[in-house]
């Protein structure tokens, strides 16, 4: 649903260590920007934690990401979120959010890379996503009723997940995808979190309302293009139309 493309299998086999590093600090500082330095209290921050844990990011590295992000010690991330929209090839549209040091740099970069597609300017192609907050998790008991948690959790929708398409999910395990409204992601993780879900993503993000039909070339061209727009370092999230 919109990141399809993109697994985390993926993302580590085709990533140096270094670059997977980089991009798993940068979202502990910018979720512990956002909502504070309490995982307790910030689900984003507390999903990006186990991720960081999960890619052997030392503890020290995690506690200094948060500091900065939240202010702690006197030291803030001084970092600009810009939203990009634009088409990848085919006419698939891609909306890439960026936190940035420097914006001109970054914009830059985009321009280059969308050589192969199309930026466009504000309002280009947002109206074509729903805004929505995202939970995703996994359970130990491969039948629960996924219908159930989405209900008692307070999600809009749901859909089921497996290890194939997202290898954050355990062999075995129920896995879902959580729709909710954006002022709900906290309290749907939090639900989660409660009731025997490990939470693995909770942010807000676009979720495309339809899909381009591509056949299994053109869909390649696309999820090569999408992923070297992923592999920059100021790229912190890609949503794209494509399944």
């Known amino acids: 649903m919109g990141r399809q493309w ?24 910018v979720a512990a920007k956002l909502g504070g330095g309490d995982l307790e209290a910030n689900a984003r921050l507390f999903a990006a934690v186990e991720k960081a844990k999960k ?3 030392t503890r020290d590295v995690i506690q200094r990401a948060i ?22 090839p085919h006419k698939v549209p891609v909306i890439v959010e960026v936190m940035t ?20 300017g504000a309002g280009s192609n947002k109206f074509l996503f729903d805004h929505v907050g995202i939970v995703e998790g996994h359970h130990t008991d491969a039948a629960s009723d996924l219908e159930a948690a ?10 089921a997940l497996s290890h ?12 879902a995808r959580f729709l909710t409204e954006r002022t709900a992601v906290h309290s749907v993780a939090t639900w989660l979190k409660q009731n025997g879900w490990a939470v693995t993503t909770a942010e807000l993000g676009y979720v495309a309302k339809m899909y381009p039909e591509l056949d299994d070339t ?4 696309v999820g090569e293009f999408l992923q070297e727009i992923e592999d920059n370092d100021d790229v912190q999230r890609v949503w794209a139309a494509v399944k």
Do not use: C
């Open 6 to 29: 993109l697994h985390a299998k993926r993302a580590i086999v085709n990533l140096k260590k270094g670059q997977v590093v980089q991009k798993l600090v940068k979202e502990i500082t």
């Open 55 to 57: 890619a052997s990011v």
């Open 67 to 88: 500091a900065k992000g939240s202010g702690a010690g006197g030291e803030s991330a001084s970092l600009e979120h810009v939203v990009y929209e634009g088409y990848a």
């Open 101 to 120: 040091d420097n914006h001109n740099r970054s914009s830059s970069d985009l321009r280059v890379l969308f050589k192969k597609g199309q930026l466009g």
């Open 150 to 159: 989405a209900i008692e959790a307070g999600a809009n929708e749901f859909e």
């Open 164 to 175: 194939e398409q997202n290898d954050d999910i355990p062999v075995g395990h129920a896995g």
């Open 218 to 221: 053109q869909r390649a061209e």
